[in-house]
T-cell receptor, first 111, second 113 residues
């Protein structure tokens, strides 16, 4: 059965800390893994990863994929209160755009 | 600017009533999706469509239906609303060339009493 598992489910840190969020997956015919940030409303796209070992970076956020061990991590350095959100990872399963999401990691950054 | 909208944004209904949630996108995307989001479950796929007249069941399709009569709209119908369908519903779309990046609508919060 295709599945996506995120850990931890929740995390509380202080501003300036560095955090690592994990996403493991088991899917047939893996194509890509995506990360989204969800604040109070709709998810917004962060990264899409298709190749192992190539880091994607956007400001203080970065992500990498390990296709051998079937996981991805999302790193956030020098966290700010505005980083507080639920972070979702997802991967297509079955047909091209049938997306399976993990349960998300709720990150709270305290001042 | 292209966008994806949902209506209503909030809805309260009673058990047994039929409810339709609207989703409209101006991206001209072929692919459209409906998800529900509940605590502890993340996003779960209800139905999806790869184009006009095409509809497919997702992970949690029981009690829901969709129809796709044009590119822009994918309404989601709850035939007989149940309390277990109280949730936040998100519509999303993606284009053929976007390689799975989905753009989400703002969501509809549905409460079934």
């Amino acid at each position: 059965e295709d599945k996506v598992v995120q850990s931890p489910l929740s995390l509380v840190v202080h501003e300036g800390d560095t955090v690592t969020l994990n996403c493991s997956y088991e899917v047939t015919n893996f194509r890509s893994l995506l990360w989204y940030k969800q604040e109070k409303k709709a998810p917004t796209f962060l990264f899409m990863l298709t190749s192992s070992g190539i880091e994607k970076k956007s400001g203080r956020l970065s992500s990498i994929l390990d296709k051998k061990e079937l996981f991805s991590i999302l790193n956030i350095t020098a966290t700010q209160t505005g980083d507080s959100a639920v972070y979702l990872c997802a991967t297509p399963v079955g047909n091209n755009n049938d997306m399976r999401f993990g349960a998300g990691t709720r990150l709270t950054v305290k001042p | 600017d292209a966008e994806i909208t949902q209506s209503p944004r909030h809805k309260i209904t009673e058990t047994g009533r039929q409810v339709t949630l609207a989703c409209h996108q101006t991206w001209n995307h072929n692919n459209m999706f409906w998800y529900r989001q509940d605590l502890g479950h993340g996003l779960r796929l209800i139905h999806y469509s790869y184009g006009v007249q095409d509809t497919n069941k997702g992970e949690v399709s029981d009690g829901y239906s969709v129809s796709r009569s044009n590119t822009e709209d994918l309404p989601l119908t709850l035939e007989s609303a149940a309390s277990s369908q109280t949730s936040v519903y998100f519509c999303a779309s993606s284009g053929l060339a976007s390689y799975n990046e989905q753009f989400f609508g703002p969501g509809t919060r549905l409460t079934v009493l």
